[in-house]
């Protein structure tokens, strides 16, 4: 059984930083994609950054271009997400989630039907 386990959520001032990790386990993965989502209050789940397992392929929502940046260890499995230059409207429930249907050298997909595997969420607020 697969299992998505996120951590470094939690409360920070507006332009602060906080760093997401998610590790993926439970099986061997080949090749696939991981992503980060996000829901608001109040709004749906909404796609926010995704990459290729080889780190090679990655892409981000416009309104998180220049402030988040995703990146990939696909010796543990695991995928991050440095938020930079936060503000209150990033406070938002973050997902990560995992594509295992992800063919390369294709980009990401963004869309959450193509994640088959999702973590639990992590907090993230910002603080006007």
């Known amino acids: 059984q697969v299992q998505l386990v996120e951590s470094g959520g939690g409360l920070v001032q507006t332009g602060g930083s906080l760093r997401l990790s998610c590790a993926a386990s439970?099986?061997?993965?080949?090749?696939?994609?991981m992503g980060w989502f996000r829901q608001g209050p109040g709004k749906e789940r909404e796609f926010v950054a995704a990459i290729s397992w080889s780190g090679g392929r990655y892409l981000y929502t416009d309104s998180v271009k220049g402030r988040y940046t995703i990146s990939m260890d696909n010796t543990k499995n695991t995928v991050y997400l440095q938020m930079n230059s936060l503000k209150p409207e990033d406070t938002a429930v973050y997902y990560c989630?995992?594509?295992?249907?992800?063919?390369?050298?294709?980009?990401?997909?963004?869309?959450?039907?193509?994640?088959?595997?999702w973590g639990q969420g992590t907090q993230v607020t910002v603080s006007s």
């Open positions: 439970g099986r061997a993965f080949s090749h696939y994609a």
């Open positions: 989630a995992l594509d295992d249907q992800y063919e390369s050298p294709y980009y990401p997909r963004v869309s959450l039907g193509a994640y088959d595997y």
